[in-house]
């Protein structure tokens, strides 16, 4: 095949996908639960082939990639196999006797329809599979177009979706942005996007000419604070080692670090120790920047940066190498802090916490929030007067990890939510239905018109 999918092509899978769902065929459960018993499979068979991918396109160690992405992928399966009939079933609204039992009201689950799914290049094969998950358990058909940047990845879709998944129902399709541009042209029932903030923007207003509703998946500056009672101990090797996964390139990596200035010191020297344990298995596990854009990007960032590299600093651009690095004496100006770096780099800005959180509210709100602290007014004070995502406090990353909690954004760092239950929900319609009897409508005809003091008698 060409590197991109033709629009003969694209067109072609549209038709056929809006043929299958029409049909009906991908709202039977059986279909659901075979659908996902051979997205198990086609890890469980290709669990090999699937690492390499991620290897080629990142140079991502083989243990990383298994549980960042192949396990991970897999507990969705089973979660949502394991819950599928109970998410689905229909629920009966707790509204009295009369609009409750009376009525006989009942909430049904529909399939919201045929879904576009937009995946993002960072973690490049899950966070397009479990949006996947979610719209098969909710029975939508869909057309996956996962990103163009992680190429191993994307042939690992095209090659294996076809070979285990229903071919009428989802079809995987490939291009750049202008080619996903013309893909949105066209009317779906969901487009579900996982990727930055500014393509979002092209996404919402390609969707709105056809009313379509969006699910957006989106990254930001999440910063960590640390305050003077901080485990400084378990805020830098969390911090290191959020740095070294991926390289850094996570939507709820640690952008910045806000640390009150009486600890500031210590968790400069413990950072340094911690980076140098993650580095103890060889550089050649680091993860790379993913293109030599993004790579020229960062380090633009960090060469116009008016702080003070204390560790790291060292990049190799033919191998998008790019060492973990700490910049200290960082301010809210600094180039640094102009963009979600989505890399290495580890700014440091001297502040107590409540400093912190008013310098977060200057910016848009992120994905996530650490708090490393024992000072439980503070983390209180901090939540209450802050916005984002979710929250993590003395950790990293684990609210996401929560496999029945909602997981998204807040204003700029995106809206909706999926993982468990809340995925099945982002690709279903909740249709109230009621069939009130003879007796009920008898009942309602007292508000009906003519209007006169005589209604109260009816
Ligand atoms: P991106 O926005 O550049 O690309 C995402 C997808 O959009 C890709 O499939 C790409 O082909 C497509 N695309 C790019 N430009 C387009 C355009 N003009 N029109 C239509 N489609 C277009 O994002 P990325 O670089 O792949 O990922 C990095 C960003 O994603 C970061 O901001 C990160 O924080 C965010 N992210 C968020 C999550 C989350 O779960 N919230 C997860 C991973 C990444």
Redesign the pocket.
């Known amino acids: 095949m060409s590197k991109y999918t033709t629009e003969a092509e694209v067109e072609e899978s549209y038709t056929v996908i809006h043929r299958t769902f029409k049909s009906g065929r991908t709202k039977s459960l059986k279909w659901r639960k075979w659908q996902l018993k051979q997205f198990w499979w086609m890890l469980e068979d290709n669990e090999e082939e699937m690492i390499k991918a991620l290897h080629a396109d990142l140079n991502r160690h083989e243990f990383e990639s298994t549980f960042s992405e192949y396990a991970a992928v897999k507990r969705d399966i089973l979660e949502h196999l394991e819950h599928l009939e109970e998410w689905a079933a229909d629920e009966k609204p707790d509204a009295g006797f009369v609009m409750g039992t009376l009525s006989g009201a009942r909430i049904k689950k529909e399939p919201l329809g045929v879904a576009l799914i ?6 490049p094969l899950s ?1 397009t599979m479990q949006p996947m998950i979610a719209a098969i358990t909710a029975g939508c058909a869909c057309m996956v ?5 992680a190429e191993g990845a994307q042939e690992f879709l095209v090659k294996m979706v076809p070979k285990y998944l229903d071919r009428d129902a989802i079809r995987v399709v490939t291009g ?2 202008a080619e ?2 013309r893909i ?1 042209e066209r009317k779906f029932d969901q487009v579900f996007f ?6 979002a923007r ?2 919402t207003s390609a969707a709105a000419k056809h009313l379509t509703p969006t699910v957006l ?4 500056q999440g910063p960590a604070i640390i305050t003077e009672s901080a485990d400084i101990e378990l805020a830098a090797q969390n911090i290191a080692w959020v740095k070294f996964l991926n390289a850094g390139q996570i ?1 709820l990596s640690v952008n910045h670090v806000f640390v009150h200035p009486s600890v500031h010191d210590q968790l400069v020297k413990r950072l340094e120790y911690w980076n140098e344990e993650m580095l103890k298995g060889g550089k050649e596990h680091m993860v790379k920047i993913i293109n030599e854009r993004n790579f020229d990007r960062l380090k633009g960032m960090m060469d116009k940066s008016a702080g003070k590299i204390v560790y790291g600093g060292q990049t190799n651009r033919s191998k998008l190498y790019f060492h973990p690095t700490v910049v200290t004496d960082v301010t809210m100006k600094d180039p640094l802090m102009s963009e ?1 770096l ?1 890399g290495p780099i580890c700014p440091i800005i001297k502040a107590d916490f409540r400093q912190a959180y008013q310098a977060i509210n200057k910016l848009p709100h992120p ?1 996530a929030i650490y708090i490393f602290s024992k000072n439980k007014a503070q983390i209180d004070e901090v939540i209450a007067n802050t916005n984002s995502g979710g929250v993590t406090i003395n950790g990293v990353l684990m609210h996401a990890g929560v496999p029945t909690a909602p997981f998204g ?1 807040v204003g700029e ?2 809206y909706g939510y999926y993982h468990g239950k809340h995925g099945f929900m982002a690709f279903t319609h909740t249709r109230t239905i009621v069939s009130p009897p003879a007796l009920l409508n008898k009942l309602m005809t007292f508000v009906h018109p003519p209007y006169s003091i005589s209604n109260k008698s009816k």
């Open positions: 937009i995946g993002p290049w960072n973690f966070l177009k996962p990103s163009e940047m750049g942005p996903t541009g949105l996982t990727g930055s903030s500014k393509v092209f996404i998946e989106l990254g930001g939507c979600e989505f994905l954004g760092s995106g």
